[in-house]
């Protein structure tokens, strides 16, 4: 009776150990485990396959029943100590189970990992090869060694050791994952995203391989590869960093209006969605739809007034609309939030100010010149005057128009604008 509570308590460790190693506090899981592996369990009469042991009655099957425990046990603090980066002493735990139970191809595949992860590359191909000589259908070792091999170059022996792997265990994600980035290695695009597909068919919460594999597409210049990856991902998981990556790919393909589409569907549940935003306002952009571009530059400003660039998107906007007062009031506003924090974007802000003042000191200039009504009123109040005929200058243009003498403009060369305006 207190051999069998005696089991279950270390059981009930075990479980507590795993809960807290999944919440990465392994400081606290390594004091679970180490109640079990610090205890007398080595004492107890382990039997070997191949022998008997002499025990009381009952004995022997208590100790089969916490044979698993035991070495776990000593697998999971490796575990701990790998993350912790004590890698000395996470070999030293996984060589005292490899002895408590050398056919424990558990042990050894965790052994591998910690000399891998030390950079022990041949004694962590030694441990996964004695995982599979232990279990000729062990896929994790199988895995791990396509890993190794996908390391070296050995592309083809990856993705062979892959396809073992999934034999061995069909349900087993991690597997497909390696497989996927063999044969991208491979150049084998299309078979690399159909062994993602099948990966995020086990588990379609996660799309992040996947995603990083259509990136790495993207990145390349694979625009036609990476659709059907992400048409599929977006039919099977509603996660708008899927929809907002489709509606990317629809943008580099020149597919305006699935592009838009796609903002939208994330827009429709997450209306605030700021990267959804501004890819709907370069889809509109593309498809030369001024106005609507502009009514998202709107709502990118009141939801982040501060951000000098959604400012400097409105302005541009608004000249590209042929509203050259909007145009100075949104570019002078840039130079006022961007002059320290974004000297660049304010400089980019000033020199399209000064280039608008441009261009309206120009017109006003050569106006003036013909009609003398015009340049008698420019003379009295230069801003009703020029507010009169449409044009609006920055604070820097009317003190470039005040320098002008207007009553020699009939015979005034238009090269004063340079020499005076700044």
């Not at 022990?120 to 599979?132: R, T």
């Not at 609507?292 to 530059?297: D, E, F, G, S, V």
């Not at 961007?338 to 309206?360: I, K, T």
């Amino acid at each position: 009776m207190e051999q069998e509570k005696r089991v279950k308590d270390f059981r009930k460790l075990y479980r507590a150990g795993q809960a807290l190693v999944r919440r990465h506090k392994y400081d606290q899981a390594i004091a679970k485990f180490k109640r079990i592996t610090g205890s007398d369990l080595h004492t107890l009469p382990l039997p070997d396959a191949g022998g008997e042991t002499t025990v009381v009655e009952g004995a022997e099957s208590d100790a089969a029943a916490l044979r698993p425990v035991y070495v776990q046990a000593h697998v999971s603090l490796a575990v701990c100590y790998t993350e912790k980066g004590m890698f000395q002493e996470a070999i030293s735990i996984l060589n005292r189970a490899a002895q408590i139970d050398p056919q424990n191809a558990d042990a050894l595949c965790a052994l591998g990992y910690v000399y891998r992860r030390n950079g022990m590359v041949d004694q962590a191909i030694e441990a996964f090869e004695k995982a599979l000589a232990c279990n000729p259908r062990c896929a994790r070792a199988q895995k791990s060694l396509a890993f190794l091999a996908m390391e070296q170059g050995r592309y083809d022996d990856a993705i062979l050791l892959c396809q073992e792997a999934i034999r061995a265990d069909p349900t087993y994600e991690q597997a497909y994952v390696e497989l996927a980035g063999a044969l991208q290695l491979a150049g084998r695009h299309a078979e690399a995203l159909e062994a993602l597909q099948k990966a995020v068919s086990l588990n379609p919460k996660n799309m992040e391989y996947l995603l990083r594999a259509i990136s790495l597409l993207r990145e390349a210049g694979l625009q036609e590869e990476a659709l059907p990856g992400l048409e599929w991902a977006a039919s099977v998981c509603d996660e708008p960093a899927i929809r907002l990556a489709l509606g990317e790919c629809y943008l580099d393909l020149d597919r305006n209006r699935e592009a838009m589409e796609a903002c939208c569907t994330v827009l429709r549940k997450r209306p605030r969605d700021l990267r959804a935003l501004d890819l709907l306002q370069t889809a509109y952009l593309k498809e030369g739809e001024t106005a609507q571009a502009l009514r998202i530059a709107f709502r990118l400003a009141a939801i982040c007034p501060q951000d000098p660039m959604n400012f400097f998107r409105k302005a541009v906007l608004y000249q590209q609309l042929g509203d050259v007062r909007q145009a100075i009031d949104n570019y002078t506003r840039v130079i006022e939030m961007a002059e320290e924090n974004d000297p660049d974007l304010a400089a980019r802000a000033r020199e399209a100010v000064e280039l608008l003042d441009s261009l309206q000191l120009r017109q006003m200039v050569t106006l003036a010149a013909d009609d003398p009504v015009f340049r008698a009123r420019l003379q009295r109040d230069p801003v009703e005057a020029a507010a009169a005929r449409g044009f609006h200058l920055s604070e820097s243009g009317l003190a470039a128009l005040q320098q002008v003498e207007l009553e020699q403009l009939p015979s005034l060369q238009l090269q004063w604008l340079r020499r005076n305006y700044h």
